[in-house]
């Protein structure tokens, strides 16, 4: 196919695609707990004085090796650093939007706001329990749900014992709030 025939994308939306993650919904803060960031800043700190440097030698000694067009060092290496340097730039730029909410100011609370962990059963009598998160921070196999999902939003501002619908798509789901916990203030 002809390379004018081919729709380039910028590179927010490179940087977006190439985390995996949802975007942040228009209009809406980044959201995220002190341990989320704190990840994310580790993993770009990282990046930065650790990881790049690293490639940059490679680089730097498969190019003084002469013909690059077939250098598989220098070849690898320079994709592996625009890879590392779209997730720089995917990591700052949801540090800056990012609102860090410390969830601890709910503690002892019964009612579900962002932070909390939930314990809930369905309508088939099956128990769950997951965590209110940001979207950096979503980890389903660990129950750490994003807050703009479904079920968080359904669950927000319930308490312990209410009874909250959820739309699915097999039709509205029930879930029966059993425990609301925040994490204690350190």
Not at 82 to 109: C, M, N
């Amino acid at each position: 196919m002809n390379k004018a025939f081919v729709k380039e994308s910028s590179d927010d939306e490179d940087d977006d695609q190439a985390s995996g993650l949802p975007p942040i919904p228009p209009g809406a803060k980044n959201y995220i707990t002190p341990e989320g960031y704190q990840r994310i800043r580790e993993e770009l700190f990282s990046l930065i004085d650790v990881e790049r440097p690293e490639v940059v030698k490679i680089v730097h000694w498969a190019a003084s090796n002469g013909d690059r067009s077939e250098n598989g060092d220098y070849i690898y290496g320079k994709r592996r650093l625009r890879e590392i340097d779209r997730r720089i730039r995917f990591l700052t730029k949801r540090l800056d939007l990012a609102q860090v909410v410390d969830p601890t100011i709910h503690h002892g609370s019964d009612q579900v706001f962002f932070g909390a962990t939930i314990t809930y059963l369905n309508q088939q009598g099956m128990e769950q329990t997951v965590r209110i998160v940001g979207i950096d921070e979503i980890d389903p196999l660990h129950g750490k749900i994003s807050w703009v999902s479904p079920v968080a939003r359904a669950l927000t501002k319930s308490k312990e014992g209410d009874v909250v619908t959820l739309m699915t798509p097999s039709g509205p789901d029930q879930l029966e709030i059993i425990a609301v916990e925040y994490p204690a203030p350190v």
